[in-house]
Each structure stands twice: as C-alpha cells, then as structure tokens.
DNA sequence: GTGAAAGCGCTAACAA
DNA sequence: TTGTTAGCGCTTTCAC
C-alpha cells in the first residue's frame, strides 16, 4: 500500500503541491477555506509528512544518538525516558547504542552514530579519557555532544550535567557516621571513571573530619559489575578487614558485595550496613533493601535533551554544566528496625 | 563544518556526480582507476553518505521500532542486543520505546512510530488483544509486524517469535517436585497475558499428573511489578495457605514474593523454594539466586529481526511461528546446600 | 491567494 | 566508461 504524499493530496484537490504544502504548514498566505479543505482530505486520505524529506531538506535527521555503559540496571532507561519526554514531542528519534563498558565499542558506537547522520549526541561514558579524539573529532563536524553522569576527565567544550559526586558522597557517610557506624569501608570505582575519584573524595573528607579515616578501608573495584563488588567482599573478609558497614561506588558493586556477605551469613544491616550511590530501582529489588544516593535520572535525562536542542539550534550556545541535586535515599540496608 | 557531499567529491575530481555515485557503490561500469581515485578522495574528505537521501529515494527509511512493555528488567535490554546484531551492520537505526504495561501508551507508541515512518516493528504486547485493531491497521498499511515473547490472542497475520510456554513451565513444576514438593503455589500472570494461560496450564497439567493439584494453590497476580509479587505473597500468608514451594509467572513477581517471605523470616529455600520463568540476569542479582526458565533472549531479538527483513524484503513472506527453546537455570533458590 | 520551479543528496535509466 | 537528466517528497522563493 503507496504512501499517501502531497502529490496525491494535490491531484486529489486540484490544487498545486505548493497550495496544499502550505496549508500542511499553516502557512499564513493562504484561504482559510483551502486550508480547511486540505486539512481535511488529509486527514481522510490518513496523510503522514514524510521525515526523509524534510531531512534532506534541511540538513538535519532529526535523529539523536544516545551512548550508555549498560543498560542491564534501569540507570540508564530512567533517564532515556526524560530524553523522550522532551525530543519524541519534537519529532526526533532516539538511538541507543551499548558500550558494555568498553571504550572500544563505545568508539564504534559513536562512529556508527555519525554514520546514522544524527544530529547530536548525548553520552554517558564508560572511560574517562579513553575516547577523547573521537568526542574531539564530533564536535570539530560538527556534532552537538552531551555528557551525563560520567564525564570525560579533560576539560571538553561540551555540556554537562552530573550531581555533585563529592558532596553526596559525603552526605552518605555522614549517614553512616549518624547511624554509630565507624569501621566504614568505600568500595571504590574504578580508576577510568573520574566519578571514582570524587565519591572517594567525599568519603575521605568527612572519615577524616571524624578522625576515621584508615587507608585499609578503602578497596578498589576492579570494575562495576556485581562480580567486581562480590569479588571486592571476598577480599575483604579474606584481609580481615575490620569493618561494620560498607559503602559502594555503585548499587551493582553493593549489591555483589551484599550477596557474597549473606551467603557467610553476615547479616545485614545487623553486622554489616550497606549503601551506595547511583542508585536505581534495583536497590528496592532485592532484600533487604538497599540505601543509596539517588540521583534524578529522569531530570537528568530531560536537562541533557535539552541541552543538546540548545547546542543543534546554535552550535555556539554556551557549555553548561548542569548540576542537579540527588536524594539520599535510607532503606533497610543501613537502618536495624 | 558542512557535509561533504557527492557533488563536492565531483567538483574535486572534475568528475559528474553519477561517476563519484558509481564509485561509491562499487558499479561495475566504471574504471578502477576512476573508482581508486573517488574512494581515495571520499576517505580524505571523510565522506559519508546521507542516508535521508537514500530514505527519500527508494521510500525506506531504514528505521525499524521497538516497542516494549517496560525496561526496568534486563529482558528487553538483551533481546535489543540480538535485535541490533542483526541490523546494526545493514545500516538500519531501531527507535525504541516503552510502553509502561499501559495498552494506551502501547498504543501512542505504535502510532508514533508509524510517524516515524519505520519499515517494520517488532514487538513484546502488554495486552493480549487491546490494540488488535492498531496491529490490524499497521499491517493494512503495509508496515511489516512481528511479535516475540507476549503475544496476541488472535490469530493476526505476522510471523512470531517465542517459547513454548506451557512445556517450560511443565518442566520447571517437574523440577520442583523432583525436589520434594508438593505444595507448589502458582503465581499466575495476569489474564490480559496470553502466556499467563499458557503457563498456568504447564502448572496444572504436571499437578494433576502427580495428583497434587489443588485450585487453592493458584493465586492470580494482579500485575507483573515487584509489587504485585510481593502483595501476592501477602495474601498467601493470609490466607494461610500451607505450600513449601512457589512457581512465579515472572521475574519480577517472584523476587517481589521472595522479599516478602524474607521479610516475614522465611527462609528460601529451606521454608519455601522459588522459581519464576522468562528469568534475567536479575535472577543472579538477588539472595539467594533464582531458579528460572530462560528464554533465549538475544536469540530471540536475532530471530526477531530476521523475520521483520524477510518481510520487509517481501510484504508476502511466511508469516513463521518460531518457537526457541528455554533453559531451565536451577539455583539456590530451589536448592538446599 | 495560488502556481511554477528549484533544490536538498543520491541513484539509475538513457545517451553518448 | 562517463555524463546528462529526472525524480524520490517537501518547502520556499519568485512570479502572477
């Protein structure tokens, strides 16, 4: 079955495609009652404008490529959702590319991106330097970037939005602190990720305000799956770290760890409280529920939409860097009832 | 920086338009030197063909849409990943979208994707018959449907993909007797599911088998959230309904079962076991991990995606019903150690 | 207020 | 082997 074009709508109505262009467009030079007229035949003939067109016209897809490390934690469908609720509206799509916290394939994504033409891109990136030409060489043809959450380490001429790793970080521990917790362990992100370095910041900072600060407490995850914070556990009970509660770069670490603390019958949050940042609905999944810093993934979403409409409407628009304000949200992992 | 386009490749060479084209798509009718020379100049431009273009001229848009029931689960993420194995490398882009559990939003999205102008749309319903006439009405308009895991009720005209539901539940009921059980409740999914009925039934043909059966035993669930689950296993206690084992439709249902047993000091397995079907990496997130039915995911989205080609390819082509088989992944939470 | 024509980038039939 | 031309669907000058 033909697609239904402006051609036909014109032949139909013995008007010029001009005519009835204009009419589509709510152009102003034009009678009303012609308008009505194709208006309603359109809707009749169930007309649809033609997006390749309007794209070979002007220059842009209309496609907006978006790059995650992952997309096994709702992390990242929470803020896909705020960016559809700002460019679906506007008639854009959205492409979503996996890096499997790869750098390599995060490349790959990034170039089959500009191969689909997309008009901008927003990122939240599994290495923080690793793929810097590549971003570099986008934003020199042209292509609008975006980061989010994890940013790149130099300081790149896009924009960015992000929460203020140190600060909530920090927040967390003085939560623990709050709760009579000393012995408190970070299970720190790994080094490819300038995040790490700021939640340890925030940790270090309050644990040496109360005098708690001891290096041994502070373990570096390999990476930041579950495997990573399991392993990262493992390691701590078998250094025979001293320690009464935990808090972890990420809910997947915390929760690994969580699950390997458990099967040796450490209680939680008995023996053990728990918490994390970056927390998403998986920290309601499991049992019991995990404390973490929250950070608004929707807005998240919807400010890097928005900030990429800026940088496609003018390539020149100023490189915001958007801090929003995460919640600390205290659940049963740090809290004895 | 614009564009580099075939025109400024031509201009370059002293060549016309159609020659640089030929080069480019590698025609036979032209001379290798010729071809050398475009090729070496559209690598040093880095030209890059407009795909709008191609859209425009041959009427395909190269796009095709995703539409899933929700995205809080890895299970859509990794049928996603078989379905870009497949299309990625032929240049197509897949518009995603979410529909929430909501026959409405389900709805909205199909329409937006006809906007969109797709060639094809693979789909997980969250309704079993709700927008049977959309479906209906895509495929009247020659847009290419094909579904996979949930599907519709009726017997519409497009290819599918899916597990046998009622065997792999059968089978799962057979594990959990093998294991000592007899009180198996069953957490059915609700009845706007096609597999809900499929699965229910898996359960009480091999409870009938082994003369175990007992209605009181089956407890609908009234969605497929966390939540759901986890208000089902209110009710069971409740109702005090004496069972010592728990077969869930779902992931979900059975981890919001799982917490609330846990909360309530029962044990798994010891007091109870659990198992669910369409298990995820979600099942080896939690304590202890869940025995579940998995369905072939990426398998699944490959599949998926190679039927939604042949039909792109010829609107004509079968419409196969694919079954693939399940694993049944046998965990702690069936296990006593 | 309406129509004719050009053009966005690319390919393919037709000429040469 | 290469060039010319038309056309995909749409918008937008420029005439009238």
Redesign the pocket.
């Known amino acids: 079955m033909k ?1 239904i ?3 036909d709508l014109a032949r139909h109505l ?9 009419a ?2 709510n ?5 009303p ?3 009505a007229k194709v208006l309603e035949a359109a809707r009749k003939f169930g ?4 997006p ?3 794209n ?2 002007y ?1 842009l897809s209309k496609n907006i490529g978006l790059v995650v490390p992952e997309m096994v934690t709702p992390f990242s469908s929470k803020v896909l959702r705020g960016i559809q609720n700002i460019l679906y509206p506007l008639g854009y799509r959205i492409i979503i590319t996996e890096s499997d916290e790869d750098p390599h394939r995060e490349r790959e994504n990034l170039l089959l991106l500009e191969e689909f033409n997309v008009d901008g891109i927003i990122i939240n990136l599994c290495d923080k330097k690793q793929n810097q030409e590549v971003h570099q060489q986008l934003l020199e043809r042209g292509i609008p970037l975006v980061f989010f959450d994890r940013i790149p380490s130099g300081a790149l001429e896009a924009p960015q939005v992000r929460v203020d790793d140190a600060k909530h970080a920090a927040a967390m521990v003085e939560h623990l602190i709050a709760t009579g917790k000393k012995r408190i362990v970070h299970l720190k992100g790994p080094d490819n990720v300038l995040n790490s370095e700021e939640r340890a910041g925030g940790y270090i900072g309050v644990m040496k305000k109360y005098g708690l600060y001891d290096p041994g407490l502070v373990i570096e995850a390999g990476g930041l799956s579950f495997d990573d914070g399991r392993k990262a556990a493992e390691l701590l009970l078998k250094k025979a770290v001293d320690f009464d509660s935990l808090f972890a770069f990420t809910d997947t670490l915390a929760i690994g760890a969580m699950n390997f603390l458990l099967e040796k019958q450490i209680l939680i949050p008995r023996d053990v409280s728990v918490s994390s940042f970056s927390g998403t609905e998986l920290a309601t999944m499991i049992y019991p529920q995990l404390t973490s810093v929250e950070p608004p993934l929707m807005r998240m979403g919807e400010m890097a939409a928005n900030l990429i409409l800026a940088k496609i409407e003018d390539i020149g628009a100023e490189n915001k860097v958007v801090f929003l304000d995460a919640e600390l949200k205290v659940r049963s992992s740090t809290q004895d009832k």
Do not use: P
């Open positions: 697609r074009t402006i051609k013995l008007l010029s495609t001009s005519t009835v262009s204009r589509l467009v152009d102003q030079h034009i009678h009652e012609t308008r007309y649809k404008r033609n390749a067109a309007l070979l016209k220059g």
